[in-house]
């Protein structure tokens, strides 16, 4: 019985409403991380969070302060616990650090450690029929963007891919929330990014436009946040003109560049380093072709 209701609590996805998670997600939100690790510490010695939701936190802390190799030490940990995980909390922080987890190892290049760690946790979670999550989602996306990257075939798409966009169409189908789209969009933009940092452009070029079908999917619904709306549109106009001048289609990738400048988001800092990373290079491949 004990099983049963704790694998109905993965399926439904339960997210807890205690005051030390709220207090906890509260910190977060503030972005003070110094004090998020202070809050934590005291929460788990009073024993309002259990272990692994605790150093799920620290991991993240952590990692905010630029703190990887401990991030990387807490997360570990939790992931190391997996197989005496049976309660949803417990559950929840093992699917939360190991997405973490191999996201950090995917951003680090270690693709085949992250392949492989990813993997294995994936067939876990779907054992426990904890296969619905977000967290379980982003992991299908980090293996497969390690499979692009490791791929020699620019016209592959990994099948944890696939499923993972499966996954997020099914959601949106399902709820028509915000959230859903939203949680979409982020998988879409970590793709479209991760094919951009690891050169690929016939795979960067094939799902940019696929963020970019759901970006307008989304900006037709009420009452949209534009701001939002904005940003993304940035990310996906600055992604497909890199993808586009990549490919020798520079008259398209310049249309597209300028289209990205028109967005607030091509003056805010983020938006700012990738127009100066895209002109950069461009201006390298400008130099070669006049080498040649």
């Not at 302060?65 to 991030?71: D, F, I, N, T, V």
């Amino acid at each position: 019985m004990a099983l049963v209701v704790t694998l109905s609590g993965c399926q439904r996805e339960q997210k807890s409403d205690s005051e030390a998670l709220l207090l906890v997600q509260s910190v977060q939100k503030s972005k003070d991380y110094g004090r998020l690790l202070s809050v934590v510490d005291s929460l788990e010695s009073e024993g309002s969070l259990i272990g692994p939701t605790a150093n799920y936190w620290r991991g993240y802390a952590c990692e905010r302060l630029k703190r990887k190799s401990e991030a990387t030490a807490y997360w570990q940990g939790v992931v190391d616990g997996g197989q005496e995980y049976s309660e949803s909390e417990e559950l929840s922080a093992y699917a939360k650090s190991a997405s973490r987890l191999v996201n950090q190892m995917c951003l680090e290049g270690d693709y085949q450690g992250a392949i492989a760690t990813g993997q294995s946790i994936i067939k876990h979670l779907e054992a426990l029929r904890c296969d619905t999550t977000s967290d379980y989602v982003n992991l299908l996306i980090y293996v497969g963007l390690c499979q692009v990257a490791t791929n020699a075939d620019p016209e592959a798409s990994p099948i944890d891919l696939l499923r993972a966009i499966d996954k997020h169409r099914a959601n949106i189908d399902r709820k028509h929330t915000d959230e859903a789209y939203k949680d979409a969009i982020a998988g879409l933009v970590n793709i479209a990014f991760y094919c951009v940092k690891a050169g690929k452009p016939k795979a960067a070029l094939l799902y940019t436009s696929s963020f970019g079908a759901l970006l307008m999917e989304y900006e037709s619904r009420p009452g949209v946040d534009q701001h939002y709306v904005d940003r993304q549109a940035g990310r996906y106009t600055i992604y497909k003109a890199w993808a586009l001048q990549r490919l020798g289609r520079k008259k398209e990738a310049k249309d597209m560049f300028d289209t990205f400048l028109q967005t607030r988001y091509s003056q805010e800092p983020e938006g700012q380093q990738m127009a100066a990373n895209y002109r950069a290079d461009r201006d390298q491949e400008k130099h070669a072709d006049e080498q040649e």
